[in-house]
């Protein structure tokens, strides 16, 4: 089976920039980020699959997260840059050991496994 460790949240101003990291034990197909502010569902940030360079983002993030990735390590970045105060919340990194078609990656029932979550929150 997966498992996940999430690291990289922390307290940064509006404009600041983290790097989260998510490293996968096991064999995994694709990776994906969500995010939960308190009193809110659970919201898609961004997703990547391992085989191709295919890549997606919610348009609330798009143009200033990134995703990578590091094959030998199997681990999974979200670089944000440009940070909102909008942004804060509980990020948690997933992974789908299937093949499902990409587009699914968008939502959180596609996947497997979840990380423990990192908070991530950003000051005005």
């Known amino acids: 089976q997966v498992q996940l460790v999430e690291s990289g949240g922390g307290l940064v101003q509006a404009g600041g920039s983290l790097r989260l990291s998510c490293a996968a034990s096991g064999r995994t197909y694709a990776m994906g980020w969500f995010r939960q502010a308190p009193g809110k569902e659970r919201e898609f940030v961004a997703a990547g699959i391992w085989s191709g360079r295919t890549t997606y983002y919610a348009d609330s993030v798009k143009g200033r997260f990134t995703i990578s990735r590091d094959n030998a390590k199997k681990t999974m970045y979200l670089q944000m840059n440009s940070l909102k105060p909008e942004d804060t919340a509980v990020y948690y990194c997933?992974?789908?050991?299937?093949?499902?078609?990409?587009?699914?990656?968008?939502?959180?029932?596609?996947?497997?496994?979840w990380g423990q979550g990192t908070q991530v929150t950003v000051s005005s």
């Open positions: 997933a992974a789908e050991t299937g093949t499902k078609i990409g587009p699914s990656l968008l939502i959180g029932s596609s996947y497997d496994y």
